[in-house]
């Protein structure tokens, strides 16, 4: 929490020497990085396990041509990270690996409404959205029967709370965002499965793709904050499409406390790519 509250105070901080934004009518941003994990769950890693992850991020993001005010946009982020442990393997699972893998594919849209402020050193945006998030677990197996084993699979579909700033840096453009989902339905399960591959279609739309659980974010705080820096790379600024190389850092948070089951996750991930504005 003290790290979301010194993110939200640094994007106040750069106000004071901000330059006026011009407008946005669309842009497209594409990023893929690299970071740092670490979780826990009481389902599969109860004391916790560090892991390295490679992320990638695609987001679209438009003015509406009836209100200049209103600004509309989809985003899909996918996720793979390797989770390493020095704990001995359980005698009663020996064939299994103690190295477990994690996917998560997140993608969502939101809205936008561009605020009235005073000062024109800052654009400010605030609005909801929506989301579906995913988060698949496994862990490889020495076995000459099967290759590797399968758990539940979790996920939920939030309705988010949305804010963005925008600032010109000199010829560097700097933007924040911050978003929180609000309240979540989905299906959590609360035991790792070590079972082989399983594909009984009824089995699986009814114990995983059925929605199990519905809460609010104080069971489910998932807050995520990013600061983007944008570096112009056309020469001649009056394009009509102008290329930008972007530099970001992206922190998220999960804390999950339901009846039977728990999770942490912190995660610091650092990502470059290009975005395209027109």
Known sequence: MKKIILIII??????????PVDSLRKSHDFSLGTGYMQMMSSAFLPFGMPAVNIVADYQYFKQSKKHNKNYWGYWLKPQFSFLLTNEPRSPYYEQISPNIYRVELKT?????RKMLIKSEKIRLFVGAGVSLN???????????LYYYYIPDLNWYFSPDFA???EYNFKKVQLKGEIS??????GNYIDQFHYVPVNIDTCSIVKY???????????????????LTAKFPLNKNQNDKKKWFFLVKYVFES???NLKNFAERKEQHDIKIGFVCEM
Do not use: H, R, Y
């Not at 974010?217 to 807050?223: E, G, L, V």
């Open 10 to 19: 640094s994007f106040c901080a750069l106000n004071l020497s901000a330059q």
């Open 108 to 112: 969502g849209g939101v809205w936008l």
């Open 134 to 144: 995913t988060e698949f677990n496994f862990a490889l197996s020495n076995s000459k």
């Open 163 to 165: 804010m963005k700033a």
């Open 180 to 185: 929180l989902p609000v309240a979540m339905v």
């Open 208 to 226: 995983k793709l059925t929605p199990n659980t519905f809460v609010f974010c104080n069971k489910i705080f998932q807050p995520s904050l990013s």
């Open 254 to 256: 999960l804390d999950v």
